[in-house]
């Protein structure tokens, strides 16, 4: 099973509040990556969890936060949603960091902030 | 920084024609690993291929590409186009644990 399950698959939320979107996948991958993804745009990396240990982008690193409870499951929390925020949201696994490694995405969350 | 750079936003082309992505790279690490993704509506990406051998040709389900470190390119390649090939493209390349992406190739087959 390849299976990368993401929740919610839609969110509509207002400017201000607060978003929390879950990943969760069964193949024991030991690192999980958010990509934000906007129209005509290349998937962005926002973060990614090595086993425990969370490695924020640095053009992002003050906007999103992350927890990762288990080997299964991560999420991905926006303190106060902007209307820049809506976007595609892309949870992916891997087994490892390595360089040669393939991500295995889930379907997405698509949120909209009004 | 790392970056891929996909010329084409959209390739429109007849089925049983040739079809050619571009991709070219660029990044500081020298062994970097190059993929492509592809994408068909209303699913999510998936591995189409990846490479780390320079000048070795990569293949899997009609599609290749060949690493040039020489030109920082990772070209995809098909022989002849099929309806079903019609989906978003994106190449990406790892480095230090990061994996970028380019802004991806639709490409169109028309019967």
Redesign the interface.
Known sequence: DTTVKQNPRYKLARVGKPVNLICSQTMNHDTMYWYQKKPNQAPKLLLFYYDKILNREADTFEKFQSSRPNNSFCSLYIGSAGLEYSAMYLCASSAGTGSGNTLYFGEGSRLIVV | GDS?TQTE?LVTLTEGLPVMLNCTYQTIYS???L?W?VQHLN?????LL?S?TDNKRTEHQGFHATLHKSSSSFHLQKSSAQLSDSALY?CAL??N????????TQLVVKP
């Open positions: 891929v936003g062994n970097p690993f993929f993704y699913e999510s990406p998936r591995l990846k780390f994106y790892s480095s644990n990061r994996i970028f992406f380019g802004d991806g």
